[in-house]
């Protein structure tokens, strides 16, 4: 999401001018900064659920028992993170309220920090903390199904071919954490990783 944010700030300095206060930004350029947001937005969901999949599919093969303490995990920390998320991102939504109306405080710097604030936590309380909950019943619904098939194959075949699929799930698990947390991080010199890249609409500068 911060390469995603870095593109659209990129994008609007190089096509919209914020200083001045009598031409606006035009719907087109203001649908074009939601595209990119949204673009890499369904990038890093892409990622995630494919991370979610395939660990679940090999922590199932790996052994049932240590699958429990698998789902166990999942569970409490979901529940701690969305709890979380939607506190904090309250309380930013809040912080805001309060400079605008009891502190009559706005157009200044505090009142501007808040709306920074105010940016996380709308997609923290509205959203992330939200979806971690079908993250939750996902992995418990699909984790069943898979250990049952594992259980299954192991009394059919021996415990070699599920350590086997367990491996080659997990290191499919590990290459999208790993392009999840490295691949769409913005590199020196403005590049960024294996995100596709994002241009401008005709007549404009690009992005990348």
Known sequence: MSTGAYRAVEFIKANIRL????????????????????????????????????STLGFAFLDSYFFIGYLISIALFGLYQAIFMANAGGA????????ETELKAKGTDLHAATVVGDTVGDPFKDTSSVALNPIIKFTTLFGLLAVELAVH?????????G???????????????HRSFYGMRIQDGG???HASPVTAPTGGAKTD
């Open 163 to 177: 350590h086997a699929l367990s491996a080659a799930f997990l290191l499919v698990s590990a290459f999208f954490v």
């Open 153 to 161: 194959m192991t009394e059919q075949r021996g415990t070699t071919l």
């Open 92 to 99: 930013w939504d809040n912080a805001k309220k309060i400079v």
């Open 19 to 54: 200083d001045d206060t009598v031409t606006k930004a035009s719907t087109e350029d203001s649908k074009k900064v939601v595209e990119i947001c949204t673009r890499y937005a369904q990038a890093g969901m892409f990622n995630i659920f494919l991370v979610v999949f395939f």
């Open 191 to 193: 590049g960024h990783g």
